[in-house]
């Protein structure tokens, strides 16, 4: 099956900083999905990308699917956005994930 | 606003303990699905379902069973509990199993002693 690996496993920020996360996947995928989940648990859906560029606020992801890798960016970074980032891709109906990226944003 | 609830955030059971897991939602969707999440392991599809009283295995049925006797709830059950299933459970939702995504719940944290 279609193998989802994300880098860096770990990531440390100050407050304000930017990052990129990374997602890239072992074949061909018609969409993908970035996920955060917070602290207590919550998933939340960030983009449905299967490719190009979008945009909310702070936070814009870029697919490119030929390349089959997918990037999610972090812009000004705040202590609310520690958690943990998911990339996902569906194969027949079912979600398969990432390991996460784990993020912590210091004041 | 799309909603999925379930029945408790942490829950503590017994070794050999038959336990349930509850998951509503309340946005007409077809499909439902049961996750595990473990540390450097992400989420593993236990099991999902597409329609009232159908199921499909996922990644890691073994040990866990499912009942959808309602369009909007998804129950989850741990047969005879045991400790290598402490883990945290999600449960998500979808309108259709192509292109759309998934809605998850909050999560319920389990210990099994």
């Known amino acids: 099956g279609i193998q989802v690996e994300q880098s860096p496993p770990d990531l440390i920020l100050q407050e304000g900083a930017n990052s990129t996360l990374r997602c890239n996947f072992s074949d061909s995928v018609n969409n993908l999905q970035w996920f955060h989940q917070n602290p207590w648990g919550q998933l939340i859906n960030l983009f449905y990308i299967p490719s190009g560029t979008k945009q909310n606020g702070r936070l814009s992801a870029t697919t490119v699917a030929t390349e089959r890798y997918s990037l999610l960016y972090i812009s000004s970074s705040q202590t609310t956005d520690s958690g943990v980032y998911f990339c996902a891709v569906n194969q027949g109906g079912k979600l398969i994930f990432g390991q996460g990226t784990e993020l912590s944003v210091k004041p | ?113």
């Open chain 2, 1 to 113: 606003d799309v909603k999925v609830t379930q029945s408790s955030r942490y829950l503590v059971k017994r070794t050999g303990e038959k336990v349930f897991l509850e998951c509503v939602q309340d946005m007409d969707h077809e499909n439902m699905f049961w996750y595990r999440q473990d540390p450097g392991l992400g989420l593993r599809l236990i099991y999902f379902s597409y329609d009232v009283k159908m199921k499909e295995k996922g990644d890691i049925p073994e040990g866990y069973s499912v009942s959808r006797e309602k369009k909007e709830r998804f129950s989850l059950i741990l047969e005879s509990a045991s400790t290598n299933q402490t883990s945290m459970y999600l449960c998500a939702s979808s309108p259709g199993l192509t292109v759309e995504t998934q809605y998850f719940g909050p999560g319920t944290r389990l210990l099994v002693l």
